[in-house]
């Protein structure tokens, strides 16, 4: 599952950058890659949707900030020290 964490992970950073670049600059990562309509291009977006559904789901459990095991809590008896 770690890899499958690791790849997710990968393909939402690709995804934000390109959000970014196409915010900042009104370039799209698509056109590099032979435009929105080329396979490639639909690939990779359908990729980086699905990773987007993935950790949706499985976010908390992977990610030690949000699980109760990785938060230490000032109030007795929550989370671990």
Known sequence: MKAL???????????GLNWLLVGL???????????MDSLVSKVIYILVGLSAVIVLF????????????GIP???????TM
Not at 5 to 15: A, D, E, P, R
């Open 5 to 15: 964490h690791m790849i997710t992970f990968i393909l939402l950073v690709v995804g």
């Open 58 to 69: 499985t976010h908390k459990k992977d990610c030690m900030a949000c699980s109760s095991k």
């Open 25 to 35: 600059v009104g370039w799209d990562i698509s056109k590099f890659l032979g435009g």
């Open 73 to 79: 809590s000032s109030r007795p008896g929550m989370g």
